[in-house]
């Protein structure tokens, strides 16, 4: 990682999380996944909410070891560095869930609104027999829902972040690490 700052529209990061530690922590999630799916009869769903959770779904789905499905969703509920706090189903799902296991994959769970709206909405509406979340990280001072989140890579701090797939205004998703806006 290059130490130096970066400049991504009309705010500022510094260097937050490695590419490298960012490998590491997914392949501890992909380990307890695995645990737990290993020899599985069904084929469970690996769903992806796009656009964030892309570079950590991909890594994430190369580290499996049972048979499984890709499929997406995108939902947004991000403008700028604020959550609205409604969650808008941008694009449906990209195939059927009814009966299935599936397992959320998102970049980063802050508020939680997001997870708790896609899963209830999966179970309820999409007929998906078991939902579980996995999460590369968690802003643990901020999520307040009594859903319980099954994997989470790390935990942070709540602080703005953006890179591997995290955005500022659709920017710096396609930075290798993670950086933390300076206030
Ligand atoms: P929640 O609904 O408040 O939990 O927000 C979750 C979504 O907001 C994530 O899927 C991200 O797309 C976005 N988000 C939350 N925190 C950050 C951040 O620090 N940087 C960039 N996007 C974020
Ligand atoms: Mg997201």
């Given amino acids: 990682m290059k130490d130096e700052k970066i400049q991504i529209l009309d705010k500022t990061f510094k260097p937050f999380i490695r590419h490298e530690r960012i490998m590491e ?100 509406k999409e007929g998906a027999s078991e939902v579980r979340i996995c999460t590369l990280l968690l802003k643990p001072e901020v999520y307040d829902k009594p859903v319980k989140l099954d994997y989470v890579g790390m935990e942070i701090p709540n602080a703005f972040i953006v890179g591997f797939g995290l955005d500022y205004n659709e920017q710096g998703r396609n930075i290798k690490d993670i950086y933390v806006i300076e206030e």
């Fill in 25 to 124: 922590t997914i392949d501890n999630v992909a380990e307890r996944i695995n645990t737990d799916f290993r020899g599985c009869t069904d084929v469970p769903v690996i769903l992806c909410v796009l656009n964030g959770s892309i570079p950590f779904t991909g890594e994430l789905l190369q580290r499996l070891d049972f048979p499984c499905q890709l499929i997406s969703i995108k939902l947004s509920s991000y403008q700028g560095t604020k959550s609205t706090g409604t969650v808008l189903n941008i694009m449906g799902l990209t195939s059927s869930v009814r009966g299935r296991r599936v397992i959320i994959c998102e970049d980063i769970v802050d508020s939680g609104n997001t997870i708790v709206a896609l899963q209830e909405m999966l179970l309820d």
